[in-house]
């Protein structure tokens, strides 16, 4: 499946508890540019074939607490949670979070893009 993920890096750091989306528009969000700093955005693969999966309740992040499943390191033995999140301007999308060394294998980064110069 293609994903992305959004920063302000010219460059995706694989990590335990990256966060992907399908959704352009809040991708978009998460890669705006900030602090003087560029936005960017990321284009991933990502082959969920092999890999564990456990949808999380379909509102899975607390806005008020702002907690999303996996903040707490407990990811009940899944490759990768699957939930509904939000941008901080509120924008709903779903998230891919992935959680172990298998998840984070079965991604390829395809393409980065700068969205704008520093602010």
């Known amino acids: 499946m293609r994903a992305y993920h959004g920063?302000?890096?010219?460059?995706?750091?694989?990590?335990?508890?990256?966060?992907?989306?399908?959704?352009?528009?809040?991708?978009?969000?998460?890669?705006?540019?900030?602090?003087?700093?560029?936005?960017?955005?990321?284009?991933?693969?990502?082959?969920?074939?092999?890999?564990?999966?456990?949808?999380?309740?379909?509102?899975?992040?607390?806005?008020d607490a702002n907690v999303a499943p996996g903040d707490d390191g407990d990811y009940c033995g899944a490759d990768v949670l699957v939930y509904d999140d939000e941008t901080d301007t509120g924008r709903r999308h779903g998230t891919y979070r992935l959680m172990t060394p298998a998840a984070l294998a079965a991604v390829t980064v395809t393409g980065s893009e700068r969205t704008a110069e520093d602010e």
């Open 7 to 63: 920063n302000h890096e010219s460059a995706v750091v694989l990590h335990p508890g990256l966060c992907l989306t399908e959704s352009d528009d809040a991708v978009r969000e998460y890669g705006r540019p900030g602090y003087h700093r560029p936005g960017w955005v990321h284009t991933l693969e990502l082959d969920l074939d092999a890999l564990g999966l456990i949808i999380v309740a379909m509102d899975g992040y607390d806005h």
